[in-house]
């Protein structure tokens, strides 16, 4: 059962849980303050930063003076510039033309930057170190002084000591020693386009002005002399190929118009204008014939209609309207009024026949004109195919002798462009600027990294104390402890540098103005219940969560300010294991040894007289705690009944105070709540987990209206660092009191 109670107060507990907040006992004086009145985020984080505002300042110190070693370390920076143009009206590109030039400047860009043209230019460098170190090494061999001119060309060896520095340090293969110059040169080199302009700018950024100027202006003479050189090599190709090609044009070209002067003689020459009278003549011909048969096909169709009649027996009207004869027309008339009359029956038949014999020879007519027509025009295709295969023939040699001169001519004019091209080379890019040694620097200067470094630092340095503070479980406020822990906090007891007991009583006893003292009455004062059981002692039981929390500095406080108020104090001392303040007070105070202890008094083996040992000079009675051998828990649980001895201490003193154990060591303190009439939980300011403090507390007083009252105290208070996080609260008073 005793082994369940320690191991149950010991336990770790993995998570904080909220304290239910408890009605305070109208026992103590304070009640709990409403955990609404904490600080605001935003009045915690100003705190906070007003608290830690040397740190800042250190951090932010510190970030000046690393940004400024940095800047200083690093040596400035040089960027020499020159300047390419690329031509408006490029090769084989045409006038205006805004899509071509757009892509010409992407192609120069990035052959420029490419990884081929790097090399060429790392080639060429090496050479112009070695032709300076050839010099160099030739006039020491001689035993002359360098001459200024060699002294000034050392910035070519500078830069290759540079870009091989790494290898020949290392012993790095040739293969990463390229590669190694060219990451320095990529590194160094800026290409780029001037706005929507023709120009393009090669900037090359190096510690030594002169160094960089000599790389920028061979990074863009060599781009200008490789393309140079290409394209002179390409127009001697092409030149090459146009002299080869011209014999065999020349050639087909004397074929081709061998051919037509041949056709021509053979076949004869064909004139325009008489091909034209041709095609107007059978244009007339076939016009003529088309009416011709139109009107044999009027004719005959007209007869047909008038035998059709004939035939029908239909009347003279009839036929008469179809001949279109007058005469016929009258007779016809006349034999109506006389039908008798056999005279005009005779002439209406003989002058119908005579209109059909008319009719007749009228289509014979159209028949004749047809075939005459025909005949002619049979003759005229004739000689109109003729000229046409002629003319066919003439056509179909001339294309062949234009297009071979046209191709002539083209390769006799690319061939003189050629060859004033290859006299005149023209790369489509030239220089415009070129590179001098610059004298202001590109980098920034190392004083405009101070502030960058101050800020950046300073926000670190704001993060660290905003992290901290969020990882502080430990207590500092009084309202901030009551909230944490659910019980109502007695006041603040102020730290003492180098405590003992003469110091201690000094503070409370000799200095009463002292702050210390007055934090102590205070604590006394606002501790002390308003009844006790009807007696009018008090017991007092101290206690704490660990060995270091100010237990005892408080229990000793709490005793010696009582005597100020007068009456007799007892001091109890149950916690053997933290001895050291008492054993000073007992050594130092005591008029004798102590010959009984708190063991033999509740185990009536002496008694109260003969348990005690005066102290005059505090007026405080002193009872030694059990020896360390003994069990306290085995000696509070023999006790049947506790209110006995409290009953015989009550009625000699006036205040006495319990030094209980630490809650962590067993539940001694747990039993010992029935012998006090209030307990007094000291919570170490800054240091105390809180977490602890209230698993500790809530084992003092269980839920329950019979429970003692139990309040908190916090101990070992820097008054200016807690006055820092202004709580407002009675350490803020004690530091303004003193002050």
């Not at 025909?374 to 195919?385: P, T, Y």
């Not at 659910?486 to 110091?503: N, T």
């Not at 185990?603 to 059990?626: C, H, I, Q, Y």
């Amino acid at each position: 059962m005793e082994g369940s109670k320690v191991s149950r107060i010991q336990r770790a507990r993995t998570a904080e849980i909220p304290a239910a907040t408890r009605e305070h006992n109208p026992l103590m004086r304070r009640p709990l303050r409403d955990p609404a009145e904490a600080q605001t985020p935003f009045s915690q984080l100003w705190v906070t930063v007003a608290r830690r505002k040397w740190f800042l300042l250190a951090m932010a110190l510190l970030g000046g003076v690393i940004a400024a070693i940095l800047g200083f370390s690093r040596p400035a920076q040089f960027e020499a510039t020159t300047q390419l143009i690329v031509d408006a009206t490029a090769r084989n590109a045409t006038a205006g033309a805004t899509d071509m030039l757009d892509t010409s400047m992407d192609n120069n860009l990035t052959l420029l930057t490419s990884l081929g043209h790097m090399r060429r230019v790392a080639a060429a460098l090496g050479k112009v170190g070695t032709e300076v170190q050839n010099t160099a090494d030739k006039a020491a061999g001689q035993g002359t002084p360098s001459t200024p001119s060699v002294k000034n060309q050392s910035f070519a060896a500078g830069l290759l000591d540079r870009i091989w520095r790494q290898a020949d340090e290392s012993g790095l293969s040739p293969g990463a020693a390229d590669a190694a110059q060219l990451k320095l040169l990529r590194r160094g080199i800026r290409v780029g386009q001037e706005l929507r302009s023709r120009v393009i700018t090669v900037g090359f950024t190096d510690p030594d002005p002169v160094r960089a100027a000599l790389v920028a202006n061979t990074f863009a003479q060599l781009y200008v002399a490789d393309l140079t050189a290409n394209t002179q090599a390409a127009d001697k190709a092409e030149l090459a190929s146009v002299v080869a090609a011209l014999p065999k044009v020349q050639s087909d070209l004397a074929q081709a118009t061998d051919r037509l002067e041949e056709y021509r003689l053979t076949h004869g020459a064909v004139d325009q204008g008489a091909m034209d009278s041709a095609a107007r003549e059978t244009a007339d011909l076939n016009q003529q014939l088309s009416l011709s048969k139109a009107g044999l096909s009027a004719v005959e169709s007209r007869l047909q209609h008038i035998q059709d009649l004939r035939a029908s027996g239909a009347p003279g009207a009839s036929l008469a309207e179809a001949i279109g004869s007058p005469t016929l027309a009258d007779l016809v008339a006349r034999q109506k009024k006389d039908p008798d009359d056999q005279g005009v029956g005779a002439a209406i038949k003989l002058e119908i026949q005579q209109g059909i014999d008319r009719i007749s020879s009228e289509a014979n007519v159209y028949r004749t004109q047809v075939a005459a027509l025909e005949e002619r025009k049979n003759v005229l295709d004739a000689v109109v195919a003729d000229t046409a295969g002629r003319v066919s023939g003439m056509r179909a040699l001339e294309p062949t002798v234009a297009i071979l001169t046209q191709r002539y001519n083209e390769l006799l004019t690319r061939q003189q462009d050629l060859t004033r091209r290859i006299a005149n080379p023209s790369p489509g890019v030239s220089i415009i600027s070129t590179a001098w040694p610059p004298t202001i620097p590109k980098s920034l200067s190392p004083l405009y990294l101070i502030p960058p470094g101050m800020v950046v630092f300073g926000l670190i340095g704001g993060i660290l104390a905003l992290v901290g503070k969020r990882l502080d479980r430990t207590l500092r406020g009084e309202a901030e402890a009551e909230a944490a822990l659910g019980f109502p906090c007695m006041g603040v007891l102020p730290k003492v540098s180098r405590l003992h007991a003469k110091r201690l009583q000094a503070l409370i006893l000799r200095q009463k103005n002292s702050t210390y003292g007055h934090a102590a009455l205070s604590l006394l004062i606002n501790a002390a219940p308003q009844s006790a059981s009807g007696r009018s002692s008090q017991i007092a039981l101290v206690t704490s969560s660990g060995k270091n929390d100010g237990k005892t500095e408080l229990a000793w406080s709490l005793a010696l300010s009582a005597t100020r108020l007068g009456g007799n104090v007892l001091f109890v001392d149950l916690d053997p294991a933290d001895g050291q303040l008492t054993n000073e007070f007992v050594s130092e105070f005591s008029v004798s040894k102590p010959h009984g202890s708190f063991e033999g008094y509740v185990k009536s083996r002496s008694e109260l007289a003969d348990s005690v040992v005066n102290m005059p000079d505090l007026g405080v009675d002193f009872m030694a705690a059990p020896i360390a051998t003994d069990d306290l828990l085995k000696l509070l649980s023999e006790v049947d009944e506790p209110r006995h001895f409290t009953d015989q201490l009550a009625a000699k003193y006036n205040f006495v105070v319990l030094n209980g154990p630490p809650g962590l060591e067993g539940p001694e303190s747990r039993l010992l709540t029935s012998w006090a009439d209030c307990v007094l939980f000291a919570v170490r300011w800054g240091s105390t987990p809180r977490s602890v403090a209230r698993s500790i507390l809530e084992s003092l007083q269980p839920d329950g209206p019979g429970s003692i009252p139990v309040g908190t105290v916090l101990t070992r208070v820097n008054l200016k660092q807690h006055a820092q996080h202004r709580f407002g609260d009675s350490g803020d008073l004690l530091l303004a009191r003193n002050q």
